[in-house]
C-alpha cells in the first residue's frame, strides 16, 4: 500500500468517527441565537419583575391588596396558573415565571423543534446527511442532542440572571433556588421541543407539523385553563403537564418529585420519535397522506383568489381555535364572576369599575388580544415561506407582478384576523349565555373586534420587514409579541415605563369589554399598520427574491 493511500485513510477515519456528531453540532448552531436570546429576555423578565414588586407593593397594605386583587381574580389565575405567597418577592417572581416565560419557552420549542428537524428535512438537507454513515434513527436522536444542548444554554442564562436579579431580594435567593426556578421555567419549552420533534415525525411537510404541535399546545393548555376555573375542576389539572409545571412551585415550596412524570413523558416522547424516525421513509409521515388528489383549480385566476386558498387552512386553525377559546372562556364567566363578586381592589379598579363577567372577560380579552397577534405573526412567516421555498419564483414566472400578490396576502390575512377576532367574540358569548352570565352580544362582538387592529399593526410590520430584511420578518413579528406581552405585564415597574408603555402594541388595545373599545385609537393602529405594508410592499418590488 502507497504512503499516499495510508495517509488519506489516516484522514478519512477521523471523520466517519464524527459523523455522528453532524446532526448534534448543527442543530444545535442552528438552536443556539435562540436560547441566548430568549435567555437574555427571560433575564430582563425576572429584574422588571422584582423591580415592578418592590415599587408598586413596598408596603404590607399594598401587598394585602395584590393578594386579594389577584386570588379574585380567577381570569388571570385561568390564564397563568394558580399563586402561592404572592405578597413575597419569590412567590410574586415565581407566579410570573411559570405562568409567562414557561407559556413562552413552550411555543419557541415546538416552533424550533419542527424548524431544525422536519423543516430541514423539507429543504432536502437530510438527504445528504443519511447519505452518511448514521441512520434515519441516529440522525433524529443527534438532532435532539443538539436542541438539548441549546435547552441547557437556555437554563444556563435563565438561572444565572435569576440569581443575580435574586441578590436585590429580601431574603435573596440561594443558587438553588435560582437553578430549580430556571429548571421549572424552561420545563415547559423541554417538552414541546420533545412534542414538536415527535409531530415532525408524524406529519410530512413542516407546516404540518408545527400545526398539529401547536394543537396538542392548545389542549394542553386548555385543560389548564378550565383546571383553574373552579375547585370542582381542579382535579383535570392531572390531564395537562402544563399543570404539573404548576406544581413545581419554585422559591416557595419546592416539590422536585413533580419533575418524574414530566421527564417521563419527555423520555416517551423521545424514544416514539427515534422509532418512527428509523421506520419512515425520508420526506413521508406517519400520518396517511393522500399522493394524488382531483385537480381543484378553484381561486386560481389572480393574486388575490391564490392568496385566499394558501391562507384558507392557517386561517380555519386559527378561527376555530380561537372560537373554541372564546366559548371555554365564557362558559366559565358566571363562576369567576361570582369569586370576583366581593373584590373592591386592584384589578377591578384597574378596569375602571367593571363588575361581574365584564371584568372577568376584560382580563381574559387580553389572552385573545395576544392570540390575534400571534395569527399574524404566523401568516407573515407563511409569506415569507413562499419566497423561501421558491414558490414565488414559479409564480412570477407567469404573468403576475409582486405588488398585487403581497398586497393580496396583506389583504387575506388582515380579513382573517378580523373575523378571528369576531369569531372569539361570538363564542365567548355562546358560553356566556349558556353559563348563565348575561353579557350582550353587541358588547361581546365589539370585545372581539376590538383586537384585530393589534394583529393588523403587527402584520404590517411583518410585511415591512419582508420587503427591506424579509429573512428577519418572522423574527421580527413574533418580537414585536412577545415584547409587548411583557411590556404589557410588568411595564408599570420600569422606570420610564410610560414610553415603554407606549412600544407595546397590546397597550393601545381597551380591555373590552370591561371598558368601552376606542375606535379612534383602532383606526390609528390600522392606519399604521396599512402604511407599514405598504412601504414593505415598495421595497419588496425593487429587490432580488430571497431563498431560506
Known amino acids: 500500500m502507497s504512503a499516499d493511500a495510508l495517509d488519506l485513510r489516516h484522514h478519512r477515519i477521523p471523520a466517519v468517527r464524527r459523523a455522528g456528531l453532524v446532526p448534534v453540532l448543527r442543530t444545535a448552531r442552528s438552536s443556539l441565537r435562540g436560547a441566548l436570546i430568549w435567555g437574555a429576555v427571560f433575564g430582563f423578565f425576572w429584574w422588571v419583575g422584582m423591580n415592578d414588586f418592590t415599587t408598586n407593593y413596598p408596603t404590607p397594605a399594598d401587598r394585602a391588596r395584590l393578594v386579594e386583587s389577584t386570588t379574585s381574580n380567577l381570569g388571570m389565575q385561568a390564564l397563568f396558573g394558580p399563586v402561592h405567597h404572592i405578597d413575597t418577592a419569590r412567590g410574586y417572581v415565581a407566579w410570573h415565571g411559570i405562568g409567562i416565560l414557561g407559556l413562552i419557552g413552550a411555543f419557541w420549542g415546538l416552533l424550533t423543534a419542527t424548524r431544525l428537524l422536519r423543516g430541514e428535512e423539507d429543504a432536502g438537507r437530510w438527504e445528504l446527511l443519511l447519505a452518511g454513515q448514521t441512520t434515519r434513527a441516529r440522525a433524529a436522536l443527534g438532532a435532539l442532542g443538539g436542541l438539548g444542548i441549546a435547552l441547557a444554554v437556555l437554563w444556563a442564562v435563565t438561572a444565572a ?92 415550596d419546592p416539590r422536585p418529585l413533580m419533575l418524574l412524570p414530566i421527564l417521563a413523558i419527555i423520555a416517551a416522547l423521545v424514544a416514539a420519535t427515534a422509532v418512527l424516525a428509523g421506520r419512515r421513509d425520508l420526506g413521508a409521515g406517519t400520518l396517511p397522506a393522500r399522493d394524488t388528489a382531483p385537480a381543484r383549480t378553484r381561486l386560481l385566476g389572480g393574486p388575490l383568489g391564490l392568496a385566499v386558498r394558501l391562507a384558507r387552512p392557517g386561517a380555519l386553525g386559527w378561527i376555530a381555535g380561537l372560537a373554541l377559546g372564546g ?37 381574559t380579552f387580553l389572552f385573545v388580544t395576544l392570540l390575534v397577534a400571534m395569527a399574524a405573526a404566523a401568516q407573515v412567516g407563511a409569506t415569507r415561506e413562499e419566497e423561501a ?160
Not at 181 to 193: D, K
Not at 327 to 339: L, P, S
Request: with cysteine; aromatic share 8%; glycine share 12%.
Open 327 to 363: 366559548f371555554m372562556f365564557g362558559i366559565v364567566t358566571k363562576t369567576a364572576a361570582d369569586a370576583m363578586a366581593g373584590s373592591s381592589q386592584g384589578v377591578l379598579q384597574r378596569l375602571g369599575g367593571a363588575s361581574g363577567g365584564a371584568a372577568y372577560l376584560g382580563s
Open 161 to 252: 440572571t435569576a440569581f443575580a436579579v435574586g441578590r436585590t431580594a429580601d431574603p435573596a435567593f440561594s443558587a438553588g433556588a435560582s437553578m430549580f426556578l430556571a429548571l421549572a421555567t424552561v420545563t415547559p419549552a423541554a417538552l414541546f421541543l420533545a412534542v414538536g420533534a415527535l409531530c415532525g415525525q408524524l406529519a410530512s411537510t413542516r407546516r404540518q407539523a408545527a400545526w398539529l404541535a401547536a394543537a396538542v399546545f392548545g389542549a394542553a393548555y386548555a385543560v389548564r385553563i378550565v383546571a383553574y376555573t373552579g375547585s370542582t375542576l381542579r382535579w383535570t389539572r392531572w390531564a395537562s403537564p402544563l399543570a404539573w409545571v404548576d406544581d413545581l412551585r419554585p422559591l416557595t
Open 389 to 548: 421555498q421558491g414558490h414565488l419564483d414559479l409564480l412570477l414566472a407567469r404573468p403576475v407582478s409582486r405588488l398585487p400578490w403581497l398586497a393580496g396576502r396583506f389583504a387575506v390575512s388582515a380579513a382573517v384576523l378580523v373575523a378571528a377576532g369576531a369569531a372569539a367574540g361570538l363564542f365567548t358569548w355562546v358560553g356566556a349565555t349558556a353559563s348563565g352570565a348575561g353579557v350582550a352580544l353587541p358588547t361581546l362582538l365589539a370585545a372581539g373586534l376590538n383586537v384585530a387592529p393589534a394583529g393588523i399593526l403587527v402584520l404590517g410590520i411583518g410585511t415591512l420587514v419582508h420587503g427591506l430584511a424579509p429573512r428577519l420578518a418572522s423574527s421580527v413579528a413574533y418580537g414585536v409579541v412577545a415584547f409587548s406581552f411583557i411590556v404589557e405585564l410588568l411595564g408599570t415597574g420600569l422606570p420610564a415605563s410610560r414610553w415603554l408603555l407606549d412600544l407595546s402594541v397590546l397597550h393601545h388595545i381597551a380591555r373590552a369589554p370591561a371598558a368601552d373599545p376606542r375606535w379612534d385609537m383602532a383606526a390609528v393602529l390600522v392606519a399604521v399598520g396599512i402604511a407599514a405594508a405598504a412601504t414593505g410592499a415598495a421595497a419588496f418590488t425593487r429587490r432580488d427574491l430571497k431563498g431560506a
